[in-house]
Each structure stands twice: as structure tokens, then as C-alpha cells.
């Protein structure tokens, strides 16, 4: 059995769009906690779950970490270290 769990948080979002911003926003303020991995961000329509949307950008960066920009970004890649 995997030692990851996942934790589905349901919120409100008029669209795609508003969810990844709001998802964005918790997952940046939520990685002060060790346990989260922010960069593994999805959301899904209630009704459809299994379908999920990427929230950043999913390349591997250095020493473990993804990219920090979000889902589909145009440019270089940011780590979360990064401040621009």
C-alpha cells in the first residue's frame, strides 16, 4: 500500500479557469506544511473526478522539485526558490 494519501478538498469555482487560480492560491499558501506537495495541484469537475486538470506545470526540476508556473506556461520554468 502506497504511503501517500490524497486529500479532496471541495470548493466552489464558476470555471476551469477560476479553479486553478483558487487552487493555485491554497496550494501556494499550503506548502508551508512539509507533508504537501503543491506542484501535484489538480482539480476536477464534481460530477467528473477522474478527469483532472494540472494546476502547474508538471516538469521535474532539480533536487525533486516541479516547476512552480502554471499548467501550460509559455517561457522557462520556474522552481519554487525562484522569486519571479
Avoid: Y
Avoid at 460530477?47 to 521535474?60: A, K, M, N, P, S
Avoid at 501550460?72 to 519554487?80: F, L, N, Q, V
Amino acid at each position: 500500500m502506497s504511503e501517500r494519501w490524497v486529500i479532496h478538498l471541495p470548493v466552489v469555482a464558476p470555471d476551469l479557469p477560476a479553479a486553478q487560480r483558487l487552487a493555485r492560491v491554497i496550494s501556494r499558501w499550503a506548502r508551508i506544511l512539509p507533508q504537501v506537495d503543491p506542484g501535484e495541484s489538480t482539480v476536477s469537475a464534481e460530477d467528473e473526478q477522474g478527469v483532472r486538470h494540472r494546476v502547474f506545470c508538471d516538469l521535474l526540476l532539480g533536487r525533486g522539485r516541479r516547476c512552480r508556473l502554471r499548467a501550460a506556461h509559455e517561457g522557462e520554468c520556474a522552481d519554487w526558490m525562484d522569486r519571479r
